[in-house]
Each structure stands twice: as structure tokens, then as C-alpha cells.
């Protein structure tokens, strides 16, 4: 359920991949890269859905999780206030990271 004009979040999916870096003859593999992807399936209004997909750099992955960390206080404060109650999607089990 939507409770302003913006998309609605309805599942996150992370996926996590070594992409392969090879030397400069092409002929050898000299490392691995690591990428991590992450989809977000999001819902309008209408029940249109559009899917975000980017991929992760580590510095923004870890920003990422520290602001997840930063709203689940916040979140806590204002449902301790007892007249809030979290929002559910009704998306269960769309939220796995492979």
C-alpha cells in the first residue's frame, strides 16, 4: 500500500558476482572483481510495477547499511509512540539475497 506520490518498495533481491579481469593478451584471468547487484521491485498507486536495477559499489553498499540501520531506530522510536504501525507490503518472501 502507497502512503504518498512516490513508489512503493515492495522486495528487495541482491545478487553478489565476480566478474573476471584478464591480462592485457586476453589470454589469462588475473583477478576477480566483485560486483553486487541489487533489485528493487517497486508498485505505484495502480498496481503498475517498474523494476530498479543497479549495481553497488562497496563504499555505497556500506553507506547503504548504515543508513538501513539509522531508519530501523528511527522506525522503532515512532512505533514506540503507539499509534503507528509498520507498513507490510504482503510481498513475503521476495527479500533473499543470493
Known sequence: MS???ALTAASVRT???ARP??????????EFLPVVTMRVRCTNGVGEVRDL????PTDVLESLTEEL???GRKLKVLESLGD????ETG???EGAAE
Open 53 to 56: 536495477v543497479f549495481e553497488l
Open 15 to 17: 545478487f553478489c558476482d
Open 3 to 5: 502512503r504518498g506520490l
Open 21 to 30: 579481469v584478464f591480462d592485457l593478451e586476453r589470454s589469462e584471468i588475473v
Open 84 to 87: 503507528i504501525e509498520p507498513e
Open 69 to 71: 540501520k539509522t531508519v
Open 91 to 93: 510481498a513475503a518472501g
